[in-house]
């Protein structure tokens, strides 16, 4: 059972929005501490989409936005395209547990 | 260009230790905290350890505490994983991490795979 729960599969089509949830807790994001998004490929090495809650690193297309409200974060994808077809975590840190914590996952698949 | 590249694992024995190892370039070492996360077949990412710049502060995750001694040698740039009475629920793919705490990874390694099995 993980800290920050995520669905574990969302779907879309080519072209269309998807958003994937991150709920928490008040020791971890509802402290106010912040999330992150990780993209990962099967075979490849976690790759960081959203950090700080909403920024993009360069390089990632703004395609994928990230939002924190509360005791929760989204990561939101527009335009869909085939090569998002990945598995998506959100990252944190909880006070109670002093640990970084991670979502369970969520698999994007692009109908 | 951030590199980080893992070693040190392979098959070993119930009860048995690995030391995993992270060879970082790119960047001043010295001055970043650095983690291990990993993820075990078919399952998610977790976080296992950190380590401050400084090597003053460790951290581990409960699952692994009072097991795995993290550590680092500054004047080689080399992140350390000392993994000792293994468990097969500690079968994973081990990713070192730049970063810790409440800041994103920002950059990761390939991995290192670990399998306990006898």
């Known amino acids: 059972q993980s800290v920050l729960t995520q669905p574990p599969s969302v779907s879309g089509a080519p072209g269309q929005r998807v958003t994937i949830s991150c709920t928490g807790s008040?020791?971890?994001?509802?402290?106010?501490?912040?999330v992150h998004w990780y993209q990962k490929l099967p075979g490849t090495a976690p790759k960081v989409l959203i950090y700080?809650?909403?920024n993009r690193p360069s390089g990632v297309p703004d395609r994928f936005s990230g939002s924190k409200s509360g005791t929760s974060a989204s990561l939101a994808i527009t335009g869909l395209q085939a090569e998002d077809e990945a598995d998506y975590y959100c990252q944190s840190y909880d006070s109670r547990l002093s640990a970084s914590v991670f979502g369970g996952g969520t698999k994007l698949t692009v109908l | 260009e951030v590199q980080l590249v893992e070693s040190g694992g392979g098959l070993v024995q119930p009860g048995g230790s690995l030391r995993l190892s992270c060879a970082a370039s790119?960047?001043?070492?010295?001055?970043?905290?650095m983690s291990w996360v990993r993820q075990a077949p078919g399952k998610g990412l977790e976080w296992v350890s950190s380590i401050s710049g400084g090597a003053d502060n460790t951290f581990y995750a409960d699952s692994v505490k009072g097991r795995f001694t993290v550590s680092r040698d500054n004047s080689k740039n080399i992140l350390y994983l000392q993994t000792n009475s293994l468990r097969a629920d500690d079968t994973a793919l081990y990713y070192c991490a730049k970063g810790w705490k409440s800041y994103s990874f920002d950059y990761w390694g390939q991995g290192t795979l670990v399998t306990v099995s006898s």
């Open positions: 790119g960047f001043t070492f010295s001055n970043y905290a």
């Open positions: 008040t020791s971890n994001i509802g402290a106010g501490f912040d």
């Open positions: 700080g809650n909403t």
